[in-house]
């Protein structure tokens, strides 16, 4: 047969084949080509980021800063993220072996979890929980474990319903708190209560801290700071959301210097080093971002309080979210599964909200709607909700 004639053919490793796709992709696959849209589906800040910290970015670009950094990071930003952890939660980290900086929180993910894991090895999430724990942990060659949290509790993962699902296989449990998608806060007692119970089984505790600095009145909690926590805490830190520099792509892992070094050694092979004009942005977003992220943090308070009211005075009960950028409001009376109350929603009110179910069955009726929009759209997106209400009244 000629080589033009064979036809091409590959398997996708099963693991890969087997992961279900997000469930918010498909939501951005309709709203493709549709004019008058207002989206409430992404999760990320409406602002460019503040001005000063993209100039640090293009002064270091200017002056010929474009090579490959150490494997670990900048040493100064090593540094000044170490100075950070210490200022803000009296926690001391040797930037020297404890600290590494990644492509964003999701690289740090995606690497803590082929540093720890061996196949079928169990972590324990929340259900609902952001999109990319299942997916990492099985990327990984592990086992999600979900556990469910529920609006009674205010969605914090509760000590008593984890310690059930450990078993012999239980390596790690996975927190991400505040919470995407509930917006969910732990409060500091429900968190030494988990501290225990990894202390008890011992398990590796890996802290999503990427919306710590996104929280209204209520006291932000760094995880490895909990008494006798840092050892076996792999505290994960970014600047997407609290610097606005999504973009950037820009995180760090901060934690036990065996596993940093294991982390270290497959970030060196995959990645060699996080892009170095934006660990120069980061580095001045530590120094001098904190008015800006205090600024950004009133604003959104503002649009949360707004939203939350919004939704309850339109007859959506709404659990007040303490922390990140999302409200997450009950539509169980409208009957409608969560998804489909989504899907219609877009077609006939061109509003993009993100179905609960595409984080977890503890989802199902509930819709997550991002608050980091312009008011005005905040405003709009509820008279057309409410009139969508009206419309589908049993
Ligand atoms: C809970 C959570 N963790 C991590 C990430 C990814 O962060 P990064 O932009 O630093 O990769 C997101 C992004 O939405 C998130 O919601």
Redesign the pocket.
Known sequence: MAIEDRQYSIQISKCVAELAPSGIRKFFDLVAGMDGVISLGV??PDYATPWHIREAAIYSIEKGYTMYTSNSGMPELRKEVARFLNDHYQISYDPLGEILITV????A?DLVMRSILNPGDEVIIADPC?V?YPACICLAGGQPVRVDTRIEDNFELRAEKIEPQITQRTKAILL?YPA?PTGAMMSRENLIEIAELARRHNLTVIS?E??ARLVYGVEEVCFSSLPEMKETTILLG????AYAM?GW???YAAGNREVIAAMTKIHQFTMLSSPTMAQNAALEALKFGEPDVREMVEDYNRRRLFMVKGFNEIGLSCFEPKGAFYTFPSIKKTGMSADDFSEKLLMEEKVVVVPGTAFGQCGEGHIRCCYATAMSDIEEALNRIDRFLKKHEA
């Open positions: 999760g990320e964003g929180v999701s690289e993910l952001y990319s991400g995407n999503d990427i919306y970014g600047f997407s959301k999504t792509r820009l995180g």
